[in-house]
Structures are given as structure tokens and as C-alpha cells.
């Protein structure tokens, strides 16, 4: 009998890694959308995450690790070319059998395109019309997916080598300059609309169900159950930022256009023009000049980057300074950072009344 119920247990356990090696490997790019495809993993399998929080992914260098990730992969999951423009080559030197998944390329994503400006002149009247009564559903439905690049040349990278790491930046005056006059194309930043995310679910289920059929039931609810949730975390930021509407702020670097749209907030702009070039002096006196003229009441800063810049630009200013952060850098991945990040965004903003 003894040996009939060890005979029964290791079986058990055999079958068990048989169904875990049955799942498919997964890799992710960024924790926000880990959290995703960990959600909709959740019961069955636990994706790999490649960039690690704290770091940008405008540019990043592979650790041993997460090439290994990539290696392994049976599927990745990546935001797409212009918030990672080095990924495309990680991808096929590395997972070239694994299906590559550039989400904002799956259909029904709403995209963005850049805005101009250190105050955003060219894109204010879009806000206005998605004021505080209809922003809920503001529709973008023709924004084409042009195949407009945002390429950053700063961050071109040879595989495995020579690349920064983890917030280091390139300081190039030239670079500078070309980045400033080539800052076109679709804002990479849409996982900040967790109309978006919604969308994505869907896709990610997908996507892992056509891999993985055993599990499909199971991918499909979690994709329901999570959008479900997100539903809810809509209208609950929504009346979040009731109060926070028409606060006149600036944000560092311009990422958060997906969520402002989405809850009918609009920045008066931003210090920086793109992900990884600082402020020329006269976009900084550019800025200084429309916090006094705008009576810019909040301005953000990131982890990410050295506060100190924010502090210098508005020395001697009344103006209260908080902190946002698009990536989540402080919360643990997995399945419940997506709404933490969403909520703590908007706690940020509504600190700095």
C-alpha cells in the first residue's frame, strides 16, 4: 500500500511539470504591460520580465538573464519599436522562432501622435473638446497606423554592447538638436489608457491561446475577469480627479497624454521634449515664461531622472512639485502593478493641489 501511494504521488508530480512544460514561455518588455500578460497568465504560467523597474526602456542592456528570457521565449510581448528601438534587433538575434507581438500595432489600440511644443500649443484645442463630460470614451478611431518611426538615435545600439543601463543618458548637443526637430510620429506611452490595456487583454489571451489551447478557457476568463476590473478603475480614477480638473501643471517628459485624454486632463506641457534629451536653455526659459504667464499651479518629475533639474528650472517659483512615474518603478511586478500604477498616477496628481 506504502508503495502503491509513492507510486501514485510521483505520478502526480510527473504530470504536473508534464502541464507546466506544456505552457509557453513568455517574455515581456515593460512591467506595466508584465502586469497584463501576467494577469492573464495567472493559474497557469508566469511570464519573464526584460526590462527591470527603475530602468528606461528608451534604451537598456540585456543582462544574462533576460537574454536567457528572450532565448527561451515562445512569444514576446513588447510596446513597439519607438519606445524600444533596440528591441527589434534583441528579439530576432535572440527569439527568432518566438512570435514577436508589438502591441501597439494590434488592432483596436488608440494612438496618439507626439506633441509639439514645450507647451503643447498645437494639441490644446484636442483637450478642450474632451472635457470632464465626455472623457470617458474620447474617441481616436483616425489615428492610422502609418508605420511613423520615433527613432532615438541616442539609444542605436550594437547587440550586447556598448549600450547604458538602468537611467544612464547620452548628453549630446547634436543629438540634442535632431531629437528635438524629429519628435514625430505616435507616442509610444499608450499603456497610460486602460482603454488600451483593454484591448491588449484581449490580444495577449489570444495570442496564448492560439500557443497554448489546453489553457485557452483559462486565458479568456482571466482576459474578462481583468477587463472587468479595469472598467471599474476607469470610472473610480475618473472620480478621482474631479477636483484635480483644470490644475494647470507640467509633467518632465511628455508620457502621460494617454492618461490625460483618457480622464480629461490636459498638461500645459513639458520639460523635456522626448525620453532621453535634456532641455535646451531656451525650452527652459520657453517653460519658466508659461509658468508665469499660465499660473502653473503643480510640475512633475520622475524616479527616473535627477531631480535636480526640475528644482533649478523653477527655483524661487511658487510652484509645488510632485512626482509621476509611467512605469511603476516602485511596485512589484506582477498582476496587480497595471492598476496600482493607474491609481498612484493619479494620486500623484491630486497631491499637488
Not at 78 to 85: A, Q
Not at 161 to 188: K, L, S, V
Amino acid at each position: 500500500m506504502r508503495m502503491s501511494f509513492l507510486a501514485a504521488a510521483v505520478s502526480v508530480v510527473a504530470l504536473s511539470n508534464a502541464a507546466l512544460a506544456d505552457v509557453p514561455s513568455v517574455a515581456v518588455d515593460i512591467a506595466p504591460v508584465h502586469s497584463l500578460v501576467a494577469k492573464v497568465m495567472q493559474g497557469v504560467g508566469k511570464p519573464d520580465l526584460i526590462v527591470q523597474p527603475g530602468a528606461s526602456p528608451h534604451g537598456y542592456s540585456l543582462r544574462p538573464e533576460e537574454a536567457e528570457a528572450l532565448e527561451r521565449a515562445d512569444i514576446v510581448f513588447w510596446v513597439g519599436e519607438g519606445l524600444e528601438p533596440w528591441l527589434e534587433r534583441s528579439i530576432e538575434a535572440l527569439a527568432g522562432d518566438a512570435k514577436s507581438v508589438e502591441l501597439l500595432e494590434t488592432e483596436g489600440t488608440t494612438e496618439l501622435e507626439f506633441r509639439e511644443g514645450a507647451t503643447f500649443e498645437k494639441h490644446s484645442h484636442d483637450h478642450e473638446a474632451h472635457g470632464a463630460e465626455d472623457h470617458e470614451h474620447a474617441e481616436h478611431a483616425d489615428h492610422e497606423h502609418e508605420g511613423e518611426e520615433h527613432a532615438d538615435h541616442e539609444h542605436e545600439h550594437e547587440e550586447h554592447a556598448g549600450h547604458e543601463h538602468e537611467g544612464e543618458e547620452h548628453h549630446d548637443e547634436t543629438a540634442h538638436a535632431e531629437h528635438e526637430h524629429e519628435h514625430h510620429g505616435h507616442d509610444p506611452h499608450a499603456w497610460l489608457d486602460p482603454q488600451n490595456a483593454m484591448v491588449w487583454l484581449d490580444v495577449i489571451a489570444g495570442d496564448l491561446s492560439d500557443l497554448d489551447p489546453e489553457h485557452a478557457d483559462a486565458y479568456a476568463a482571466n482576459a474578462a475577469e481583468a477587463k472587468k476590473e479595469l472598467e471599474a478603475l476607469i470610472g473610480e480614477i475618473d472620480g478621482e480627479l474631479e477636483s484635480f480638473r483644470g490644475t494647470s501643471f507640467i509633467v518632465f517628459h511628455d508620457a502621460y497624454q494617454y492618461f490625460e485624454n483618457r480622464f480629461g486632463i490636459s498638461a500645459a506641457g513639458s520639460i523635456r521634449l522626448g525620453d532621453a534629451s535634456d532641455p535646451s536653455p531656451s525650452r527652459v526659459a520657453e517653460i519658466r515664461d508659461k509658468v508665469a504667464e499660465l499660473k502653473i499651479a503643480c510640475v512633475f518629475t520622475e524616479p527616473q531622472f535627477n531631480p535636480g533639474l526640475v528644482e533649478n528650472v523653477f527655483q524661487g517659483t511658487d510652484v509645488t512639485i510632485g512626482v509621476l512615474d509611467p512605469l511603476g518603478s516602485d511596485l512589484t511586478p506582477g498582476p496587480d502593478l497595471y492598476p496600482q500604477l493607474i491609481h498612484e498616477i493619479a494620486d500623484g496628481l491630486t497631491s499637488c493641489r
